[in-house]
């Protein structure tokens, strides 16, 4: 990368997440991680818009309930449905591992998610997700995540098999 580039995500009146890069201040790992962090204010902030703004046009998702959504515009619209049908809806990813594939511009991120929301009571499911990440022009956008769930408690939500 070449000369700084400034990157920011904004929801509403407020700056989610900007970085200012010149080569060698942050590593493609610290970018991701940057970027992760991000996405997860913006589905704090519950901003459909924000969040599908770190994927690729042909963003694939396979939900923890087995949900295959494929494209940005159709996993924007279920986030925001999922925004309006759930208020308190909140997920965070943590990332534990990124591994990056530098000659094609790849990265791989493994971690731990959370969700919690209320639905008949309060639901909270968690598990392991992947990640893959593409640099497109000079940034870092995710084209697949996968959730996998290894818990979840409360209400009839989580009696329900996929």
């Not at 700056?15 to 890069?21: D, E, G, H, T």
């Not at 990265?107 to 499911?125: F, H, M």
Request: charged share 25%.
């Amino acid at each position: 990368m070449k000369g700084p580039v400034l990157a920011a995500v904004v929801v509403g009146a407020s700056v989610l997440w900007r970085v200012s890069v010149s080569s060698g201040q942050a590593s493609d790992e610290e970018l991701i991680r940057r970027a992760r962090e991000a996405s997860n204010e913006a589905i704090r902030a519950h901003d459909a818009g924000a969040v599908a703004s770190f994927f690729t046009e042909d963003y694939s998702l396979v939900s923890s309930a087995n949900l295959q959504i494929s494209g940005k515009d159709k996993n924007r619209e279920n986030l925001a449905r999922q925004f309006e049908e759930r208020p308190d809806v909140v997920y965070v990813r943590t990332p534990r591992e990124i591994g990056l594939y530098t000659p094609w511009e790849m990265a791989y991120e493994i971690g731990t998610w959370e969700g919690s929301w209320t639905e008949s009571g309060r639901v909270e499911i968690g598990g392991t997700y992947l990640a893959k990440w593409q640099n497109v022009s000079g940034r870092w956008v995710i084209r697949a995540e996968v959730f996998v769930p290894t818990h979840c408690k409360g209400s009839g939500y989580c009696d329900a098999r996929p």
